[in-house]
Structures are given as C-alpha cells and as structure tokens.
C-alpha cells in the first residue's frame, strides 16, 4: 500500500499497521467471486471478513438459528469433530484393568520416572555460575530452613550433588536454595 492503514482491531502491544494488500479469489458454497484483502500477520485467524465485502454478498448471520447465509443460501455448518467413533462410551469390566493400567504405564513410562539424574541431551551445561561472593558481606536476619522442610532440603542437597548439579561447598554466608511454602 502506498500508505499504510492503522489496524481498527483491538491489539496487544503497539499499535499495527497494515502495509500489503492483495485481491483474491474466493470459492465458497453459496459464493464466488474475486475479493480485496488486507494482508496482516493476526494469531488465531485465518481470513477476517469485514462489514463492506459482506454487505456486497449479502451476508447475513442468523444467530437466532446459528447459521450464515450468502446470496440467499445457507451455508452449512462444519461438521464437529468427535475424538472416538462409536455408540456411546465404552463398557469396562474388572477383568480390563489390569491391561488398561498396563497399556497406559507403556505409554507414559518416561513420564513416570521422576526427573533423572542426569543431564538432557544437547545440554551440557558449558558454565558455571558462582552463587558465592566471597568479598560480598550480608548484614541481614540470615535466611534459615525451617525444622519441618530440613527433610526435603536435605534429600534436594544429596541429589542435586549425586547428580553433579550442585557441589558441596562451605562458605560464611549462603541461602538455602529451596522454595519454601509460605
């Protein structure tokens, strides 16, 4: 466009502008025919359809009976995607459990294992990063475990360093590196 169009939609962030245009031609039950479009890059949409290329095809949109009509003819509705075919749900027994459990442990057995002890592939960790200031001097209430979590950050500490993710070290002043519930 020679010049560019501010978007009348309602946007996230700053503001858009529209700067190519092109015309298309457009098959649909109940119309065809050759169509202007502003061409901007929306999330979640395909084609939007403004108010003037409706009222050019005589686009009604019947929300009492939910449907649209162009040029006089209802165009009808997309089918829905059901997730299963057949009549209804299914009937288990107790003789199906079992190898339903099965079935599911197969399929999501990664998934069941807890975090490993191990790094992920592809990501070696190339650095460190030192938590520990020796010259830094902290003037404050110095942060504590509490009695009730000193379980759950001691089995963090012994598996964060039997995995090699953390390592053992003394210093003067440290915070205890564990989100504790409020």
Not at 116 to 127: A, S, Y
Not at 149 to 166: D, H, I, N, P, Q
Request: glycine fraction near 6%; charged fraction near 25%.
């Amino acid at each position: 466009l020679q010049n560019p169009v501010v978007m009348q939609l309602g946007m996230v962030g700053s503001h858009a502008r529209i700067n190519f245009g092109t015309t298309s031609m457009i098959v649909s039950q109940g119309y065809l025919g050759s169509e202007y479009f502003d061409m901007v890059n929306i999330d979640k949409y395909d084609t939007i359809v403004g108010t003037p290329s409706m009222h050019c095809n005589k686009v009604v949109l019947d929300f009492d009976n939910k449907c649209v009509m162009v040029n006089g003819n209802k165009i009808p509705e997309k089918p829905e995607n059901k997730p299963w075919k057949g009549k209804g749900k299914m009937k288990y027994t107790d003789e199906d459990i079992p190898s339903l459990r099965q079935g599911w442990y197969d399929e999501f057995e990664s998934l069941l294992q807890g975090v490993p002890e191990k790094m992920p592939p592809f990501c070696e960790v190339n650095h460190k990063i030192l938590l520990i200031d020796p010259d830094k001097q902290y003037h404050y209430h110095l942060p504590w475990c509490s009695n009730s979590l000193k379980m759950e950050f001691s089995k963090k500490v012994e598996k964060y360093t039997r995995a090699g993710w953390w390592m053992l070290t003394s210093a003067s002043q440290a915070a205890p590196m564990l989100c504790l519930p409020k």
